[in-house]
C-alpha cells in the first residue's frame, strides 16, 4: 500500500510548478487584456473624433471653395487688365500714328 501510495504522490510531482506556470499565462493574458482596454476608446468617445473630422473635412471643403473662388476672381480680375492695357496701348498706337 505505501508502495502503491508513493506511486501516486510520486505522480504528482512537478503538478504544483505546472499550475504555477498557468496561473502565471493567466496573469500575462489579463495584463494583455488590460493594456487593450486601456487603448481602446468608449463608443461615445469615437463619435466625438468622428464627428470632429467630419467637421473637418466640411471646413476643408469650404477653404477649397473659398481659394477657387479666389482664383476665379484673380483670373477675371487679370482679364479685366489686359483688356484695359489693350485698349490703353491701341489708343496710345492711335495717337503715335497721327503725329
Keep these: ?3 502503491l501510495a508513493n506511486m ?3 505522480g504528482f510531482e512537478g503538478v504544483d510548478k505546472k499550475f504555477e506556470d498557468v496561473d502565471k ?3 500575462d493574458v ?3 487584456l488590460e493594456d487593450i482596454d486601456k487603448k481602446m476608446v468608449t463608443k461615445d468617445e469615437f463619435r466625438s ?3 470632429k473630422v467630419d467637421k473637418l473635412d466640411y471646413q476643408m471643403d469650404e477653404v477649397y471653395d473659398i481659394l477657387k473662388r479666389f482664383e476665379e476672381n484673380d ?3 487679370l482679364q479685366k487688365r489686359v483688356q484695359i492695357l489693350e485698349k490703353a496701348v491701341r489708343a496710345l498706337a492711335v495717337n503715335q500714328t497721327s503725329k
Excluded: H, P, S, Y
Design 25 to 27: 499565462k493567466f496573469e
Design 30 to 32: 489579463d495584463k494583455k
Design 1 to 3: 500500500m505505501d508502495k
Design 8 to 10: 501516486v504522490a510520486g
Design 49 to 51: 473624433l468622428e464627428k
Design 75 to 77: 483670373i477675371l480680375n
